[in-house]
């Protein structure tokens, strides 16, 4: 040391530098002063200083700007007291106490000694980051109580900064269950969202292919018996329409009940008392409640049909009760009407049929969803619009639908042409 560093005190700050570096506190305080002893800690609880690793940097841009003026400092006073020396000194020595001044030291090597040292420290920091993080992380990935192996892998995945970086070393044989957990846990954490540890995430995954091999089965199922089950519902169906455009005769054989079709009926008809309409009312009824055709209506492979068919059988039973009013027998019928029109087109969806447009909000939306699992590929029918046209041409166009298809009719709302 100078006689000029030992004026400008710049000793002690290159033992603070030198102190932080190493990432310790200076061995002397603020202006040479020994540093205050550590205050004890709550009462009962440990000692347990605080780890320097994690603590703030200090500031050691500070330190080697008053490292730099005290370097200035202490040159100037060396160079003043070399001059003064050669002043006095004899000729032939004048030149040599002009040399024996200091060099002023390199600006850019400071500022590159700075910049290795705030990297050191930072890595330190990064280290013990690691260190702490890498239990919980382990947690996540192994379950709880990781081995010390799997504690270091997770080491590994945070000074990665990324799953994807070590998803095949962690993998190791290659399971490819594990690196596909890695990834999704990866784009979980980048949203924002809960991440579960590979165990959980293993029974989930299988309980979603038992349920994806299920309703891939019932898909298939669907589409194999529909044509077998399809004329039975367009059979329910054309007896509910038939009911419906004979609402009397059907409100006379749900009040006569079974003696419409009995010998009190063929006498009531014979005198006149029971129209033909009745008779064919209460036969179409009792068509519907025949046991063997609501048979037909499920099948053993096909689990919508058997819901369905449940529904209809409630719904004929609360339509045939014969101490039902004329007005509740009407409601009873357009409840079972939409129960076969709501049946038939839940089966056409879960075939993977085009569903007819009067169906439309009638059906379980799920099988129009291509997100949804009981997806098969249904669409919806789009019906022919008619009313953009003149009167004549509306009048063709509509002579080539077949019936049963939908068109948007002159006053804009949809029709299905018989």
């Known amino acids: 040391m100078s006689f000029g560093d030992w004026i400008s005190g710049s000793g002690n700050t290159m033992d603070q530098i030198a102190a932080a570096a190493r990432g310790q506190q200076s ?12 205050p004890p800690p709550p009462s009962g609880q440990p000692n347990q200083p605080p780890s320097q690793a994690t603590a703030s940097p200090p500031d050691l841009t500070q330190l080697y700007v008053k490292l730099a003026q005290q370097d200035r400092a202490a040159n100037m006073f060396d160079r003043g007291l070399a001059g003064m020396q050669a002043a006095f000194a004899p000729p032939g020595q004048q030149a040599a106490w002009l040399n024996s ?13 700075l910049m290795k040292i705030q990297q050191m420290q930072f890595q330190r920091q990064n280290q013990q980051t690691i260190m702490n993080s890498a239990p919980a992380l382990a947690e996540q990935l192994f379950g709880p109580k990781p081995t010390p192996q799997q504690i270091q892998t997770a080491q590994g995945i945070i000074a990665s900064g990324k799953y994807g970086d070590v998803e095949t070393n962690l993998v190791g044989s290659g399971d490819l269950d594990q690196r596909q957990y890695l990834q999704e846990q990866r784009a979980n954490q980048q949203a924002g969202q809960p991440t579960v540890d590979f165990s959980t995430w293993k029974a989930q995954h299988a309980t979603a292919a038992a349920v994806g091999t299920e309703a891939a089965k019932t898909k298939f199922d669907a589409a194999d018996t529909f044509p077998s089950l399809d004329p039975q519902y367009k059979t329910a169906e054309d007896t509910v329409d038939w009911l419906n455009q004979h609402p009397d005769a059907t409100v006379r054989a749900v009040q006569w009940g079974s003696a419409a079709n009995g010998r009190v009926g063929q006498s009531l008809g014979g005198l006149g008392i029971l129209d033909q309409d009745t008779k064919d009312a209460r036969s179409k009824i009792d068509q519907l409640n025949d046991e063997n055709f609501r048979a037909g209506l499920a099948n053993v492979k096909n689990v919508r049909s058997q819901s369905e068919a449940n529904k209809v059988g409630g719904a004929v039973s609360s339509l045939d009760k014969p101490g039902n009013s004329p007005q509740m027998i009407t409601q009873e019928l357009g409840r079972l009407t939409n129960t076969i029109q709501s049946a038939r087109g839940n089966l056409m969806g879960a075939a993977g049929r085009v569903i007819p447009y009067k169906y439309n909000n009638m059906i379980d939306p799920s099988y129009l969803d291509p997100n949804s699992q009981t997806y098969n590929g249904a669409k919806m029918e789009v019906p022919v619009d008619l009313s953009k046209m003149n009167d004549a041409d509306a009048d063709a166009a509509f002579e080539k639908l077949p019936s049963g298809r939908a068109f948007i009719g002159p006053d804009g709302q949809p029709h299905t042409k018989k």
Do not use: H, Y
């Open 101 to 113: 001044a200091p060099p002023q030291q390199d600006a850019g090597a400071m500022v590159e000694n």
């Open 27 to 38: 061995p002397t305080g603020a202006q040479g002063q020994p540093p205050a002893a550590n």
